[in-house]
């Protein structure tokens, strides 16, 4: 074994998407959905729509850490989903403000840690 680490492919690389509808009707259902949009930020997700945050993984065990935060950090109440998919589906989004097309985006640069 050389000690060189192997190239990070477009499949084996993962986005988070976090969905969630929560309720927000009193103070306190307020305050849950509030808590766990900061949860997710805390996280590294970033806000892709209102309601829609996304992460970077670099492979299947960082996704499933981070769901397991994501998990436990869910409100009392209201619907979230966490969807994973491979870097090369992240690559095919279509993005469209109004009816224009925003160029595709681009994947965050990456640190590699010896």
């Known amino acids: 074994m050389s000690g060189r680490r192997p190239a990070l492919s477009g499949y084996r690389i993962l986005w988070l998407l976090v969905m969630f509808d929560l309720p927000v009707g009193s103070k306190a259902e307020r305050r849950h959905a509030s808590g766990f ?9 970033q806000m892709s729509q209102f309601s829609v945050y996304a992460r970077h993984c670099a492979g299947k065990e960082a996704a499933e850490r981070y769901i397991k ?23 095919n989004m279509k993005t469209f403000k109004g009816k224009k ?11 590699v840690l010896f």
């Open 69 to 91: 935060e994501v998990e436990r950090a869910l409100p009392p109440a209201g619907a979230v989903h966490i969807l994973t998919f491979t870097d090369r589906q992240y690559e």
């Open 101 to 111: 097309r925003e160029r595709g985006r681009r994947n965050p640069e990456q640190f």
């Open 37 to 45: 949009r900061h949860a997710l930020q805390d996280q590294g997700f």
